[in-house]
């Protein structure tokens, strides 16, 4: 999963961005549903939701 790529093997680490080896799978699953939702949380709540006029 590119999202465990640079969150917990630290592809980004050259960029700047730490890596956080202690998250095991469910816990980067919850990570990334935690990012998702907040993200279409944002989109509903701004004209750049496409079904909002
Ligand atoms: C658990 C918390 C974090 C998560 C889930 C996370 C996730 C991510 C992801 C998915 C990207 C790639 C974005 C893309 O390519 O479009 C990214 C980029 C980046 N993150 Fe994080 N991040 C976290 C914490 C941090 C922290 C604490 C820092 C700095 C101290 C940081 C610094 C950066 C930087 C500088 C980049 C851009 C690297 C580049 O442009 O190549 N992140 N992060």
């Not at 999202?3 to 919850?30: I, W, Y």
């Not at 993200?39 to 079904?51: G, K, L, S, V």
């Amino acid at each position: 999963m590119a999202f465990a790529t640079v969150v917990r093997d630290g592809a980004l680490v050259p960029n700047g961005m730490p890596r956080f080896e202690g998250f095991g799978d469910a816990e980067l699953a919850a990570l990334r549903q935690y990012i998702r939702r907040n993200d279409a949380d944002w989109h509903m709540r701004t004209a750049q939701n496409p079904i909002r006029q």
